[in-house]
């Protein structure tokens, strides 16, 4: 992406879907609604401490239990997942699809008295803009389910499985579009959308779209475009980009019923130890 459209990114203040918004299923246009005003409210819908409360030391003593150390966190968002990393003793690196998030993120750090090793990358074409190997890729947030097409998902999985080492690990996360799809929406938000003044819903859902409004204290509203993406189809296309052992979690737990997580981790490795 050219120098002056990304300016035009981190100008734009308010989002746009046309006449249709559930007509928008495109990849590419996740970059259009992370507009600024959106991007200053996220932390609100994140919040930071409860968020730390709820998911705990998970991601952390994933990584540690198998030695990984050098993270490349792909969805960065605001910073969360790139701070909590960095604090215990990470090596990670902070790339984006989103410059207004990128830049958010960066403002989080530094005021921790952190600053973030930042890359402005679009999955899909990844390796191009890093460098090195990694020995682990974090996608969290359920930013995957930005991908619309199953080309585009293809692609920046084959990208991941590139720019891990031999023995690398992949961590992705996905909402429970199952329950949405198969019984209806129903979330405490316990995990992930931890902001307790923030609502969160969809106000369409079908099997190639699920439309979220988030709305704010102030009366504001803002909304994603997403494919609900489900759980075994998304173990099935890791497994095709070459992984070769995949454990899913519900809400960070290894058990659970089908229906009750908010939100599945899988947890993929390149190489297999029986």
Request: proline fraction near 3%.
């Amino acid at each position: 992406m050219s120098t002056t459209a990304v300016a035009k990114l981190l100008q734009r203040d308010r989002q746009d879907y046309g006449d249709d918004p559930t007509a928008v299923r495109q990849s590419d246009h996740y970059q259009a609604e992370y507009v600024q005003n959106f991007v200053e409210k996220w932390d609100e819908l994140i919040d930071w401490r409860a968020r730390a409360e709820s998911e705990g030391r998970f991601f952390i003593e994933v990584l540690r239990a198998r030695g990984k150390h050098r993270i490349l966190d792909v969805a960065t968002g605001t910073g969360f997942h790139s701070v909590q990393l960095i604090k215990a003793g990470f090596d990670v690196t902070s790339a984006d699809g989103s410059p207004t998030m990128l830049t958010k993120a960066f403002e989080n750090a530094n005021a921790q008295g952190i600053i973030l090793r930042t890359v402005f990358a679009d999955w899909r074409w990844l390796n191009r803009d890093i460098q090195g190997k990694y020995d682990a890729i974090i996608c969290l947030g359920n930013s995957f389910t930005h991908l619309f097409d199953e080309r585009d998902r293809r692609r920046a999985l084959a990208e991941f499985y590139a720019a891990l080492k031999i023995d690398g690990v992949l961590i992705l996360d996905q909402r429970n579009y199952d329950a949405m799809l198969d019984h209806g929406f129903s979330s405490q938000h316990k995990y992930y959308y931890c902001g307790d003044r923030v609502s969160a819903y969809p106000e369409h859902l079908d099997d190639g779209l699920a439309r979220f409004v988030y709305e704010f204290p102030d009366r504001s509203r803002y909304t994603l475009n997403m494919f609900p993406l489900r759980k075994n189809y998304v173990r099935r296309l890791i497994t095709e980009a070459g992984f070769q052992k995949v454990t899913s979690y519900g809400d960070f737990k290894e058990t659970y019923q089908e229906a009750d997580p908010d939100f599945f981790i899988h947890v993929a490795e390149k190489t297999y130890e029986p």
